[in-house]
């Protein structure tokens, strides 16, 4: 009889075939459930010219990558540091139009997956987009149509399709049954709506653990094609359920990517930590730690 | 009894909401969910809301976080609500009112999160558009901005992310039948309304310790007045008691 088949990888091996150009999606909302590990092994291996779709209110994985220079062209709903206030990485690479943005909004990226992942040619609204400057900036995404059926406006837009999503959860099996203990921000129609799937866990448990709760499961293993086990893999962002964000880390960030010395940062907390084990020994095991004593 | 701008915007909003509400605050905004918690507590106990990013359906949380995405803030919640129906609600007036504000925001409510200058040239970028085209599906825009000047209040967006009272018909046409645009702003000197014939942007109470003077000095436009303005009402010792029981770390006074 035959084995059924382990997705379990490293980071490195489960990203190294992404390619320069790629579209690439990291789940999460705000400093909650970003793919960070996974985010730090893109900028490792220096993959370039990424087409980047957002989920509809994040920043600071998109904020690092345009810093280490990996994106040629992005999507925006909101892309800021929440509580931090904006992403000067992206800011200035967006006065400085050193990259491609195109303007959005949070239910025209939502719908936008949501059709890649129904197999839908567009998804049709109803004509409020026509009330704001987002057809004019972003013509290839607002269309205004008639709805066949009312004879009235409406306004079509496309399926955005990633070829690969990054997604963080709590808990994985090997064969990519995930358990997200946060809120749900749409990692369902993500995970459908991609091409490829590569889950990150904060913890791999046994298969027996899952199929014990199969209702706690939120992402199938069945979209997912690699699981990479990454403690702290939303570090300096949170793991909702298992800790929170590292504050003085982000503010260091913050303080760097103002000055436009994001580099520094780079080379402190990614280029110099071959992998993600050494980037978490670097922080400190104790600081890391007391994370998990959270609210 | 003393009070903070911040407390007495947070009693001025409860204020505005009403039972049977349903609502939703994001990034930024503990001065919007105080009031929000307070209208609950008050005279608005059938009023439902959701606490931005954290997707928590009446949030208790012990404590302001800064985040709203924070999972702290599903403490007490009834439910975890997904981004799906979160869209789902902003769609189908299902929201009757929500919590919007802007970089910018004109004299007919038009608001804008995406860039101060010509987007296309010289600019300063802002964050996204996020849920600002709402404005145009949600029955009630509650406008909500944390400062009151010439740079914020203009006489027009410079990209209109969110659509106010301009464009005429056509646009108003655009809009979801059940959807009344921004009806109300509060800013820290002042709450404001549209109700003039043109649907121009109108004083509707100063804040005490300021002037109409001062607030029309403030706003980058021929901000109207009609008739006596009054000043806004200080919060009741009550009030102030139960927005210092939900703020138990003080944040609004800060």
Same mark, same amino acid.
């Given at each position: 009889?035959?084995?059924?088949?382990?997705?379990?990888?490293?980071?490195?091996?489960?990203?190294?075939?992404?390619?320069?150009?790629?579209?690439?999606? $990291?789940?999460?909302?705000?400093?909650?459930?970003?793919?960070?590990?996974?985010?730090?092994?893109l900028?490792?291996?220096?993959?370039?010219?990424?087409?980047?779709?957002? +989920?509809?209110?994040?920043?600071?994985?998109?904020?690092?990558?345009?810093? $280490?220079?990996?994106?040629?062209k992005?999507?925006v709903?909101?892309?800021?540091l929440?509580?931090?206030?904006?992403?000067?990485?992206?800011?200035?690479?967006?006065?400085?139009?050193?990259?491609?943005?195109?303007?959005?909004d949070?239910?025209?990226?939502?719908h936008? *997956?949501?059709?890649?992942?129904?197999?839908?040619?567009?998804?049709?609204?109803?004509?409020?987009?026509?009330?704001?400057?987002l057809?004019r900036?972003?013509?290839?995404?607002?269309?205004?149509?008639?709805?066949?059926?009312?004879?009235?406006?409406?306004?079509?837009?496309?399926?955005?399709c990633?070829?690969?999503? @990054?997604?963080?959860v709590?808990?994985?099996?090997?064969?990519?049954?995930g358990?997200?203990?946060?809120?749900?921000?749409?990692?369902?129609?993500?995970?459908k709506a991609?091409?490829?799937?590569? *889950?990150?866990?904060?913890?791999?448990?046994?298969?027996?653990?899952?199929?014990?709760?199969?209702?706690?499961?939120?992402?199938p293993?069945?979209l997912?094609?690699?699981?990479?086990?990454?403690?702290?893999?939303?570090?300096?962002?949170?793991?909702?359920?298992?800790?929170?964000?590292?504050?003085?880390?982000? @503010?260091?960030y913050n303080?760097?990517?103002?000055?436009?010395? +994001?580099?520094?940062?780079?080379?402190?907390?990614?280029?110099?930590?071959?992998?993600?084990?050494?980037?978490?020994?670097?922080?400190?095991?104790?600081?890391?730690?007391?994370?998990?004593n959270?609210? | 009894?003393?009070? =903070?701008?911040?407390?007495?915007?947070?009693?001025?909003?409860?204020?505005?909401?009403?039972?049977?509400?349903?609502?939703?605050?994001? &990034?930024?905004?503990?001065?919007?969910?105080?009031?929000i918690? #307070? /209208?609950?507590?008050?005279?608005?106990?059938?009023?439902?809301?959701?606490?931005?990013?954290?997707?928590? #359906?009446? =949030?208790?949380?012990?404590?302001?976080?800064?985040?709203?995405?924070?999972?702290?803030?599903?403490e007490? /919640?009834?439910?975890?609500?997904?981004l799906q129906?979160?869209?789902?609600?902003?769609? !189908?007036?299902?929201? !009757?009112?929500?919590?919007?504000?802007?970089?910018?925001?004109?004299?007919?409510?038009?608001?804008?999160?995406?860039?101060?200058?010509? %987007?296309?040239?010289?600019h300063i970028?802002?964050?996204?558009?996020?849920g #600002?085209?709402?404005?145009?599906?949600? %029955?009630?825009?509650?406008?909500?901005?944390?400062?009151?000047? %010439?740079?914020?209040?203009?006489?027009?967006?410079?990209?209109?992310?969110?659509?106010?009272?301009?464009?005429?018909?056509?646009?108003?046409?655009?809009?979801?039948?059940?959807?009344?645009?921004? !009806?109300?702003?509060?800013?820290?000197?002042? !709450?404001?309304?549209?109700?003039?014939p043109?649907r121009?942007?109108?004083?509707? =109470?100063?804040?005490?310790?300021?002037?109409?003077?001062?607030?029309?000095?403030?706003?980058?436009?021929?901000? /109207?007045? &009609?008739?006596?303005?009054?000043?806004?009402? /200080?919060? =009741?010792p009550?009030?102030?008691?139960?927005?210092?029981?939900?703020?138990?770390?003080?944040?609004?006074?800060?």
């Amino acid at each position: 009889m035959s084995q059924r088949r382990s997705k379990l990888k490293s980071a490195a091996e489960a990203l190294a075939d992404i390619p320069d150009g790629a579209k690439v999606l $990291a789940a999460g909302v705000h400093l909650s459930n970003t793919p960070m590990a996974l985010v730090r092994q893109l900028v490792r291996q220096g993959t370039k010219s990424l087409e980047i779709i957002p +989920t509809p209110a994040t920043g600071l994985w998109v904020d690092m990558l345009i810093a $280490a220079g990996a994106v040629s062209k992005l999507y925006v709903s909101y892309v800021g540091l929440e509580f931090l206030g904006l992403a000067p990485n992206f800011r200035r690479a967006a006065q400085e139009k050193t990259l491609q943005i195109v303007d959005v909004d949070e239910p025209t990226i939502f719908h936008g *997956l949501r059709a890649a992942a129904s197999g839908l040619p567009f998804v049709a609204f109803p004509p409020f987009h026509l009330t704001t400057d987002l057809p004019r900036t972003s013509p290839d995404i607002y269309k205004e149509i008639i709805d066949p059926f009312t004879g009235k406006p409406a306004v079509a837009i496309p399926p955005l399709c990633p070829d690969v999503c @990054l997604v963080h959860v709590a808990r994985a099996d090997i064969y990519g049954n995930g358990v997200s203990l946060g809120g749900r921000h749409m990692e369902d129609v993500i995970t459908k709506a991609s091409r490829r799937v590569i *889950l990150s866990a904060e913890e791999i448990v046994d298969n027996a653990e899952i199929c014990r709760h199969p209702t706690h499961t939120t992402i199938p293993g069945v979209l997912v094609d690699s699981v990479v086990h990454a403690p702290f893999g939303a570090y300096p962002g949170a793991c909702p359920g298992v800790y929170g964000y590292d504050r003085p880390h982000l @503010l260091e960030y913050n303080e760097l990517a103002k000055q436009n010395k +994001t580099r520094e940062y780079l080379d402190r907390y990614v280029h110099a930590q071959a992998d993600e084990a050494m980037m978490l020994k670097a922080i400190g095991a104790q600081r890391l730690e007391a994370l998990r004593n959270y609210g | 009894m003393d009070f =903070s701008t911040a407390e007495l915007m947070a009693v001025t909003i409860s204020q505005e909401l009403r039972d049977n509400d349903f609502t939703a605050v994001g &990034t930024a905004s503990h001065i919007p969910l105080c009031g929000i918690r #307070l /209208a609950q507590r008050t005279h608005a106990p059938n009023l439902w809301f959701v606490y931005g990013g954290s997707g928590a #359906l009446n =949030s208790k949380a012990r404590q302001l976080v800064e985040m709203a995405a924070d999972f702290r803030n599903l403490e007490g /919640a009834e439910y975890r609500t997904p981004l799906q129906d979160i869209i789902d609600f902003e769609f !189908t007036g299902r929201f !009757t009112c929500l919590f919007l504000g802007g970089m910018q925001i004109d004299q007919y409510g038009s608001m804008n999160m995406v860039a101060i200058g010509d %987007p296309a040239g010289k600019h300063i970028r802002g964050p996204g558009t996020v849920g #600002l085209a709402f404005t145009s599906t949600i %029955p009630r825009t509650l406008v909500y901005m944390q400062h009151h000047d %010439p740079r914020l209040f203009v006489r027009k967006v410079d990209f209109v992310s969110g659509r106010g009272h301009d464009g005429g018909e056509r646009l108003a046409s655009y809009r979801q039948p059940w959807c009344k645009g921004p !009806t109300w702003v509060i800013t820290p000197l002042a !709450t404001m309304d549209f109700e003039t014939p043109d649907r121009r942007m109108r004083l509707r =109470s100063v804040h005490p310790g300021h002037t109409v003077e001062e607030v029309r000095d403030q706003t980058g436009f021929d901000l /109207a007045v &009609t008739g006596p303005v009054p000043t806004t009402e /200080a919060p =009741s010792p009550e009030r102030l008691k139960i927005i210092r029981e939900i703020d138990v770390d003080g944040v609004l006074r800060r």
